[in-house]
């Protein structure tokens, strides 16, 4: 077996602003109880990986206070979006690959990230990103660690792009085609019925 298929770890990504939202997101109530940050967590564990919660908020740390078994990691400044967060745990030093996923996708469920999971073993060595049958989302993908994800991710990063997107462009991938219910995401108030049709 692949050493890189050993080391997977999930990154859940929950440290947006939620601008348009107008409230966190994270800790919206989610319609199987909870919140979607606590939704999200049941639906990873099955999967049996280390988890890590990436977020600049401290109050999601406390919602997850009770679970010992995931890392929570406070987020340093700057807070330039979601690629500036993946750097962040990409330059930890660990080897292995990460599920990275971001708290918004509320529909996203264990058998999702199996889907996932089960494509990027057949290619470990390139990004596996998900894909709803008409674009790509990215922000929900397995991210080798190594060479030349972390340091492509750092150059762009210096020369202040925060597309991921321009990103992935730079990297080798391959898109995961996944049930498009369950890829979508609310940015903003009117989105949430979409999620409860």
């Known amino acids: 077996m692949n050493c890189l298929v050993k ?26 109880g909870g919140v979607w ?14 988890i890590v ?8 740390a406390d919602v997850l206070a009770h679970q010992s078994d995931l ?11 979601p690629l500036q967060a ?16 971001p708290v918004d996708m509320p529909r996203l469920t264990t058998v999702v990230f199996q889907q996932l999971i089960d494509a990027w073993r057949r290619h470990p060595n390139k990004v596996a990103v998900a894909h709803d049958g008409e674009r790509l989302q990215p922000l929900l993908a ?10 492509s991710l750092s150059e ?4 202040g792009c925060y597309r991921w997107l321009d ?12 049930p498009s219910g369950c890829l979508l995401n609310a940015n903003q108030p009117k989105d949430l019925s979409a999620l409860s049709e």
């Open 142 to 151: 397995i991210i080798p660690s190594g060479s030349p994800f972390r340091t």
């Open 53 to 60: 919660v990436v977020s600049r908020h401290q109050v999601h």
């Open 7 to 32: 080391s997977l770890r999930v990154c859940l990504l929950s440290g947006g602003e939620s601008r348009r939202m107008g409230r966190d997101k994270a800790l919206l109530p989610h319609q199987k």
């Open 71 to 81: 890392k929570f990691v406070l987020e340093p400044p700057p807070w330039n979006g």
């Open 86 to 101: 993946l750097n962040f745990v990409l330059s930890s030093g660990s080897d292995g690959a990460w599920l990275v996923l």
């Open 37 to 50: 940050l606590t939704a999200m967590i049941e639906q990873l564990m099955p999967l049996g990986l280390p």
């Open 156 to 159: 762009q990063l210096s020369r």
């Open 167 to 178: 990103w992935l462009d730079r990297v080798p991938y391959e898109s995961v085609v996944l």
